[in-house]
C-alpha cells in the first residue's frame, strides 16, 4: 500500500523512472497517480531501453508513441479491440473524462486519462485474462479479466474498464 513506508518507498522507485521524486505525502494524492510509471518502471527492469518504450507520467504517452511508431526500435504497436492479448502485451482502456472514448485516434499524447495492465497469463479455455496493475486500490494488483463471446478481451464485457487497444508486445 502507497501510505505505508514501505509501499511509498516503491511508488518513488517507481516515479525516479521519470525523474521524479515525490515525497510520501505527494504520493497518495491523486495528482501523484503512479499507474503509468509503474508500466515504465517494470519495463524498464525488464530490459526495455529508450529506444523501444518511452516512459511515462501518463500511460497516454506510450500509447501515443507505440501508436505513431516515435522511437526507433519501438517493442509496441497498437492494436484495437476486440483481440486475443498474450502474455507481456499491455492492455489500456480511457477512463475519467474520456471512458466512452472509441476511436484510437483521439488519443493524446500525455492529455488522455487511461489505465493500462500487463498481461501475465491467457487461458482462452476459462475465457480469463490475468493482468498486473499499479495504483489499483493503492497498490500493485492483478486483475482477472474476462474474455468476450468472441473469446477475445472487448471494451463491453468487463464494465470496470472499456478496454480500448492492446500494446502488442513485438519482441515475443
Known amino acids: 500500500m502507497e ?13 525516479g523512472i521519470v525523474g521524479e521524486a515525490p515525497d510520501c505525502t505527494q504520493v497518495t494524492q491523486p495528482s ?13 527492469k525488464a530490459g526495455l531501453d529508450e529506444r523501444q518504450f518511452l516512459t511515462g507520467q501518463s500511460h497516454s504517452m506510450y500509447v501515443v508513441d507505440a501508436r ?7 517493442a509496441f504497436h497498437i492494436e484495437p479491440v476486440p483481440a486475443l492479448p ?19 485516434a483521439e488519443i493524446g499524447f ?18 480469463l485474462v490475468k493482468a498486473i496493475g499499479g495504483n489499483v486500490q ?6 482477472e479479466i474476462e474474455l468476450g463471446d468472441s473469446g477475445k478481451l472487448d ?7 472499456p478496454w480500448l487497444l492492446i500494446m502488442r508486445n513485438d519482441l515475443q
Open 86 to 104: 498474450r502474455p507481456g502485451d499491455i492492455i489500456c482502456a480511457p477512463r475519467g473524462r474520456d471512458k466512452f472514448l472509441d476511436d484510437i
Open 68 to 74: 505513431d511508431g516515435i522511437l526507433p526500435r519501438p
Open 138 to 143: 493503492q497498490s500493485v494488483s492483478m486483475d
Open 3 to 15: 501510505a505505508t513506508p514501505l509501499g511509498c518507498q516503491m511508488v518513488q522507485r517507481y516515479w
Open 110 to 127: 500525455g492529455t488522455t486519462p487511461m489505465h493500462c495492465d500487463i498481461v501475465v497469463s491467457v487461458d482462452p479455455a476459462a475465457r
Open 155 to 161: 471494451g463491453v464485457t468487463n464494465s470496470h474498464l
Open 32 to 44: 501523484w497517480a503512479w499507474s503509468a510509471v509503474f508500466i515504465s518502471w517494470v519495463l524498464r
